[in-house]
């Protein structure tokens, strides 16, 4: 990406930036394809300031190119500009008929397949947990799920 497209986009979204939510997304994320491929975004016009995420959509080779494009905007009056999504915070124990599973204590394991080798596979794991046939066993893969 070249600076001078980074910053044309942010010229051509302050004059777009007060159309209507459903015009404005639409058009920005056709927008920002341009510089990047990778690339979208996640507008918040509800609160003040408003929040403008440019997200890589969780694809680490398209990080740099988002905080990239954060990086050349100018202050935009009464907006927040984000390069990624900031975490949603502090995941709570989950208490399903009466196990409790602490998301600190559980682990992963990826899986391969050679059959399906695009697809996303984890074993997940709960320190000090025995699986147990029945009712304990759903319980914990409720609570996981």
């Given at each position: ?10 010229n ?12 404005l997304?639409?058009?920005?994320n ?12 996640e ?7 408003k ?44 208490e ?9 204590e ?10 399906h080798?695009?697809d ?8 000090a947990?025995?699986?147990?046939e ?6 914990v893969?409720?609570g996981?799920?």
């Open positions: 990406m070249e600076k001078e497209q980074i910053v044309a986009f942010w051509w979204f302050e004059r777009q930036k007060d159309e209507p939510y459903d015009a997304i639409a058009s920005v056709e927008r920002i394809k341009q510089l990047s491929l990778g690339l979208s975004v507008l918040d016009v509800i609160q003040s300031p929040v403008l995420v440019v997200t890589p959509q969780g694809v680490k080779h398209y990080f740099t190119h988002a905080h990239e494009v954060v990086a050349y905007a100018p202050p935009i009056e009464d907006w927040e500009l984000i390069a990624t999504k900031p975490p949603l915070g502090v995941l709570e124990v989950v399903v008929d009466g196990i409790s599973i602490e998301p600190s559980v682990t992963f394991m990826p899986l391969n397949s050679p059959e080798p695009d996303l596979a984890i074993r997940l794991y709960q320190k947990y025995v699986a147990q029945g009712r304990e066993q759903n319980a893969i409720a996981l799920y």
